[in-house]
């Protein structure tokens, strides 16, 4: 959402099919083999609301994980110690699993990228990239409604710009960076100072051209998950062929339009990621709570509603962002915390009552093994006691992690499972994440 910033590029090496790259990658699939439904709790006008079932044969999506945009040509790189509070997942540290990184324009600019992608791929985070802007040299100008300066990119260059995309993953490759996948372009219906797309553009460049690029492709980055931006290339066989990612943004989204019929309809075998947001503003410190609490239900939402498989924030380092600029971990960065340090890449949403009481808002995961993950969002005023019944689990206990107005992801004592189930206090506008084990 940020300006961008002019520059030029220019071609390189010829890359390897992508088609050859992505079959040794493997898929992973938006949509689980199963989709049980999961037991409906009873809701209940009480503080003590009857309990709910944690089954995991009742399985989502898979998680690629959490994480944030890094962008050093605009505000500086990450130090090494903030890319180790990042990417790392031990104490006061934030675990992301996922990092956004900028394709300049100008080639020029690419080695800003390398250090902090580097250390995040040592520390096991997938990264991603997306650009702004083709080189200078292919675009032109038209008019926009009011704007006589619009930007797009001239049709007869969809084949360079496809190898200026290919040269910045090589780029990648060969400073000891494989990126997983490369978007088109950044918010191509928000892009008065970038460059403009339309629908039948975005689907003609996936259809004719995004086969050429060497690693996953992600489109359409629409800022608000715009699904009339997307519906034509899910529509297109061809188009949908050569996008393995639907990547959407979700600035302004109501939640009514998370959900994406369509996309479950159609997208079988790709990927579903919300590439960028930061929730509910850029004005306030990340600090506020319980305005921070906010994040906790949006990403809640994200999994739940929407059925994400990655979540991420725009810059990973802001005074709105996970990061202060002092390099400590903010209120905002410890409501995404609780998934980030929890729910790893390869856990499975399984299905669980979502919203079991008033302002109460619960989600679940399950891991190798024993392992299930549930996070707590208690937005209400007073504590409320909320218990959980594990189908065909046979943990003996459950650690719990606490972040509410005066604590951040403070380890609580451990409580008991008997029977298969156990019960939690949930305090007045908190997050609680629990694991087994």
Do not use: C
Not at 397 to 415: E, H, M, P, Y
């Amino acid at each position: 959402m940020s300006l961008h910033q002019n520059g030029s590029g220019s071609t390189g090496p010829q890359s390897p099919s992508r088609r050859a790259v992505l079959a040794t990658m493997g898929a992973l699939p938006v949509l689980a083999a199963t989709t049980t439904p999961a037991v409906a709790a009873p809701r209940t006008p009480s503080l003590a609301a009857a309990a709910v079932t944690v089954d995991p044969s009742a399985t989502r999506q898979t998680i690629r994980g959490f994480g944030g945009m890094n962008h050093p040509l605009w505000i500086g790189d990450l130090t090494a110690a903030q890319r180790d509070t990042a990417f790392g997942n031990g104490d006061g540290q934030l675990g992301f699993s996922v990092l956004r990184i900028f394709v300049s324009e100008d080639r020029a600019n690419w080695t800003r990228e390398v250090a902090t992608a580097k250390r995040a791929v040592e520390l096991g985070a997938t990264v991603f990239a997306s650009p702004w802007n083709p080189p200078a040299q292919m675009v032109e100008t038209f008019v926009h409604g009011s704007q006589t300066n619009a930007k797009r990119l001239r049709y007869s260059m969809y084949g360079a710009y496809a190898q200026h995309l290919n040269d910045f993953v090589t780029f990648m490759r060969n400073n000891g960076v494989n990126l997983y996948a490369i978007s088109v372009q950044n918010e191509p219906d928000y892009a008065q100072d970038w460059t403009w797309w339309t629908p039948a553009e975005m689907t003609r460049f996936l259809r004719e051209n995004a086969g050429s690029i060497s690693t996953k492709v992600i489109a359409p980055e629409s800022f608000q998950y715009v699904k009339s931006f997307s519906d034509p290339i899910l529509n297109d066989p061809a188009a949908l062929a050569n996008m393995d990612i639907l990547g959407a943004h979700l600035y302004g989204t109501s939640f009514q339009n998370f959900p994406y019929p369509l996309f479950k309809q159609k997208g079988a075998g790709k990927e579903l990621w919300m590439t960028e947001v930061y929730y509910p503003n850029s004005s306030d410190s990340a600090d506020l709570w319980p305005q921070a609490l906010d994040v906790g239900e949006h990403v809640h939402r994200a999994m739940v509603d929407a059925e994400f498989q990655a979540y991420v924030w725009w810059y990973i380092r802001r005074g709105y962002g996970p990061m202060r600029e002092d390099g400590q971990i903010s209120k905002r960065g410890a409501a995404m915390a609780h998934f980030a340090k929890y729910v790893r890449p390869g856990h499975v949403r399984i299905a669980v009552t979502a919203n079991p009481q008033s302002n109460v808002y619960l989600s679940a995961y399950k891991g190798s093994g024993s392992r299930l993950v549930i996070v707590a969002v208690n937005k209400g005023t007073s504590q409320v006691s909320q218990q959980f019944t594990l189908v065909n689990n046979a943990s003996s206990g459950v650690s719990s992690w606490l972040t509410d107005g005066s604590r951040n992801l403070a380890a609580q004592s451990r409580i008991t499972v008997s029977n298969g189930s156990f019960t939690a206090q949930l305090p007045a506008r908190s997050l609680t994440t629990f694991v087994t084990g």
